[in-house]
């Protein structure tokens, strides 16, 4: 089974492997038997979606760049995972919308990377509320842990609610504690 | 003006720290060029054609004495004793060893310098008005928001990997040295009818191969706004602008393509429902932010010198130094000194490690360890009495820095060209330094009056050619040298962008082109008018009529 | 073909760097010389094959100046001689016959010195 770095707890400060419940299914591929759990294609859920959750499978879509998240929006509560992909590192508009999903929509589920990603990204990626990674150049969580941590101190706030330099400046701590 | 404090120091130490790393990884072949390329350009890191090149962030153009003198210490020690300073206020050192790199930002980080975001896809050192907090014209210090910026954009999670990179420029002055008109954000500070204080917000300027001027979308959004705003702009651009083409890919396209009315309202419904408390700064950090500029305590200065008038009389240089490089200061008995770092012959934008030295210590002895620099290459003295004025000329002297050339037809702005960089088609700085020698007798100079001249060796436009008075672009004609004449654009508060001479010339012919354009301009100029002035009454006949009966 | 060389960037100094049987050399008057299209892009493939020593190896056209090879494109001379504003920096100062014959050639001055790219003024 393949692993995810995903971190341990939501408020952890550290990286684990964990093992990968969930397949990525394509456009013309048969879900499999044994209602095993499944990542798949905006137009594919919006076609079979309905179907497999109502199956009692569990469902994760996977977004393309292009794709808008607030088509989501209604659907979020019903998802076990939403799969955000970056085809290069350098695209960064799957960070925008995680960060859309996180504070706007509220989305509290499982927000995975896949696609390019490097740990060269990880404080980014994590920043912007994606708790869950398929690297693609070989790190390992012990790598993760140190680049999403690397930066003792913050400017902005973001998903992952660390207090920005201009709130500890004042000894505010932020409004979720 | 602002000194980072021990929060402000760890981002930079543990940037240093991150780089390091990934230099390592890159050596030791864990990273590809593919892969570690952006990840050096972040940092400033260029391969160009003889070395590799790292660009420093100057924030907004503000240096201090130790950290001008640290400049120099790098210069000395890394490279080979000088830096170039840019036209967008940062420092370029060109002699640089991938290797040496890591150490050279801890070296930059021992005096707060870093060269964090000044290249790559991501938001860039903000340009500002090398006279902020010095120039009675200002309605607010443009700094204070200019270091809001800086800490909001510095290793902004969402917005580091745009489509391309993103420029923005922060003015307070109705006479505009930021180039605000032509960067991806203008802002320009204004009070309304209340005495409220607001940003005018254009989006879309830029220059490259398809120049825009930047388009209003609002005319007066409350300063505290400013950066939940500047993010649902960003957050529009990054989600919508193309990807697909990186000739396409600057907001200025995204603009153009949607209209400006269509992008506002787009970036409007994201402002309106973005958590903004989450991201403005409150009152009490922008009131921290805003004491680190007033700190300096003026000395009480008689508004007339005659000290200074009696060595004008005696010295005919400090005169013209003074009427030429010298601006009023908001305080009695001050001045804004210019330091042209343009003497004809010299590189423009070049200044050596024993001259930074100088400059640092004047800087100390009579203004206030403050030094700016100016989008235009040259550099600032933001705060100098008016009875130090002789000293400070004296000064400049004897490091070969007196040029009383600012604003003239000899203060040309030139990018590196194809002698340092990778991606021009021509070289620029030989040709400034022709058109300087022309324009070298500091007479011939002044009764030519305000010109600027920009050159860019490459469509790219780092020399700014869109907005010059005369612009002068590099191409590639039949593999030779050939430069296209532009006339009548303009950087400042009445922004406009050239117009196309004709055909181009031959790299020989530049400089006899441009004087037979100055010919031309004193032949139709009325009273006072400046070149520019004079052509846009008269337009492109007469000026091309001078230039292609003589260099043809 | 035309002469033809190879040349890259030194991966840890940034310096421009010339391929000479199978090691990396400084000065372009060091440079292998290739008069046939098989060995210059054996050569390059060696070269590619060192994505830690340098960046980004690529072939370049060669012309003769005075009896002298020299790169056909302006940039490539600049490259090999180092900046034009500053004759005391870069390769070109210690000075000797093949800096001269890259001084004096003319033309060429394309923004690639790629091999194919380079149209020859005729």
């Not at chain 1, 079979?48 to 808008?68: H, I, T």
């Not at chain 3, 050569?43 to 340098?54: E, G, N, S």
Request: glycine share 8%; net charge neutral.
């Amino acid at each position: 089974m393949p692993k995810l770095i995903s971190r341990d707890g939501p408020e952890a400060s550290s990286f684990v492997w964990r093992e990968d419940g969930f397949t990525h299914i394509a456009d013309d591929e048969a879900p499999g038997g044994e209602l095993g759990q499944v990542i798949i294609s905006l137009s594919r859920f919006q076609a079979d979606g309905d179907r497999w959750l109502a199956e009692g499978r569990s469902v994760g879509v996977r977004l393309k760049p292009e794709d808008p998240v607030e088509g989501l929006a209604y659907d979020l509560p019903r998802l076990a995972v939403v799969a955000l992909e970056f085809p290069k590192f350098r695209d960064g508009r799957a960070l925008s919308a995680a960060a859309l999903l996180r504070e706007r929509y509220g989305y509290a589920g499982e927000l995975r990377a896949v696609g390019e990603v490097v740990r060269d990204l990880a404080k980014e990626m994590s920043r912007c509320g994606f708790d869950s990674f398929e690297p693609s150049d070989g790190s390992t969580p012990e790598q993760w842990t140190i680049s999403v941590f690397r930066f003792r101190h913050v400017y902005q706030s973001a998903a992952d609610r660390r207090a920005p330099a201009f709130r500890e400046r004042i000894h505010i701590p932020t409004a979720e504690g | 003006m602002y000194r980072y404090d021990a929060i402000d120091r760890s981002v930079i130490q543990d940037r240093s720290a991150e780089f390091r790393d990934q230099v390592e990884r890159r050596l030791s072949g864990a990273l590809t060029e593919e892969h570690f390329k952006p990840l050096r350009l972040m940092n400033g890191l260029y391969l160009q054609l003889h070395a590799y090149m790292l660009r420093v962030a100057i924030p907004y153009g503000a240096l201090s004495s130790d950290q001008l003198r640290g400049l120099a210490r790098i210069g000395r020690i890394y490279d080979k004793g000088y830096g170039h300073f840019t036209t967008r206020q940062n420092l370029q050192f060109n002699w640089i060893r991938l290797e040496q790199t890591p150490d050279i930002l801890d070296a930059l980080a021992e005096v707060d310098l870093h060269a964090i975001q000044t290249s790559g896809n991501c938001i860039r050192n903000t340009t500002s008005d090398p006279y902020a907090g010095a120039t009675a014209e200002e309605v607010d210090d443009p700094r204070v928001w200019c270091e809001a910026i800086r800490q909001w954009s510095t290793l902004h999670p969402e917005f580091s990997y745009l489509p391309r990179k993103f420029k923005i420029a922060v003015t307070a002055a109705p006479q505009d040295r930021t180039a605000a008109k032509v960067h991806d954000i203008g802002l320009v500070l204004r009070r309304d009818r209340d005495g409220q204080l607001g940003f005018e917000v254009m989006v879309g300027g830029g220059m490259g191969r398809t120049p825009y001027l930047g388009t209003t979308i609002r005319e007066h959004l409350p300063v505290q706004s400013l950066l939940s705003y500047l993010s649902a702009i960003l957050r529009v651009y990054n989600r919508h602008g193309r990807r697909d083409n990186i000739f396409k890919a600057r907001v200025k396209i995204l603009v153009a393509a949607l209209g400006a009315g269509e992008f506002a309202r787009q970036v409007e419904a994201e402002w309106t429902t973005m958590d903004r408390v989450a991201v403005d700064l409150p009152d009490v950090e922008l009131a921290r932010i805003r004491g680190a500029f007033s700190y300096v305590r003026f000395v009480d200065a008689s508004p007339v010198s005659s000290s200074l008038e009696a060595a004008r009389r005696a010295d005919p240089t400090l005169g013209r130094f003074v009427r030429n490089n010298v601006k009023p200061h908001k305080i009695a008995g001050h001045a804004i000194v210019n330091i042209s770092l343009k003497t004809p012959g010299e590189v423009p934008g070049d200044c050596s490690s024993d001259q930074m030295d100088a400059i640092a210590n004047l800087a100390d002895q009579y203004g206030y360890g403050e030094i700016r620099v100016t989008h235009e290459q040259n550099l600032v003295l933001p705060h100098v009495k008016l009875d130090d004025l002789a000293a400070v000329h004296a000064g400049l002297k004897a490091a070969g820095l007196a040029c009383p050339n600012v604003g003239l037809a000899s203060d040309i702005i030139a990018c590196p060209g194809l002698d340092y960089c990778s991606l021009a088609n021509t070289r620029a700085i030989p040709v400034a330094q022709s058109i300087a020698q022309r324009f070298s007798m500091p007479d011939v100079a002044e009764s030519v009056g305000e010109l600027k001249i920009k050159i860019s060796g490459c469509i790219n436009a780092c020399g700014h050619h869109h907005v010059g008075h005369i612009g002068i672009l590099g191409v590639d004609k039949k593999g030779e040298e050939f430069f296209q004449l532009t006339l009548g654009g303009s950087g400042a508060e009445d922004a406009s962008l050239g117009d196309v001479l004709g055909p181009a010339v031959a790299y020989d012919q530049v400089t006899p082109a441009v004087d037979a354009l100055v010919q031309a301009y004193l032949r139709e100029r009325r009273g006072a008018e400046r070149f520019l002035d004079t052509y846009r009454r008269v337009g492109l006949t007469p000026f091309k009529a001078a230039v292609y009966a003589e260099a043809h | 073909m035309s002469l033809a060389a190879v040349t890259a960037s030194d991966l840890r100094d940034g310096e421009v760097v010339f391929w000479a049987e199978g090691r990396w050399v400084k000065r372009f008057a060091d440079a292998e010389l290739f008069n046939a299209v098989e060995p210059g892009q054996a050569a390059l493939d060696l070269a590619r094959a060192q994505p830690t020593i340098v960046v980004e190896p690529y072939l370049i056209n060669l012309d003769l100046e005075g009896g002298v090879p020299v790169p056909t494109s302006y940039r490539e001379r600049v490259r090999a001689l180092g900046p034009t504003i500053h004759p005391e920096m870069g390769k070109q100062a210690e000075g000797g016959l093949v800096v001269q014959a890259l001084r004096a050639h003319a033309g060429g001055a394309r923004s690639s010195g790629r091999l194919g790219l380079i149209r020859l003024k005729r």
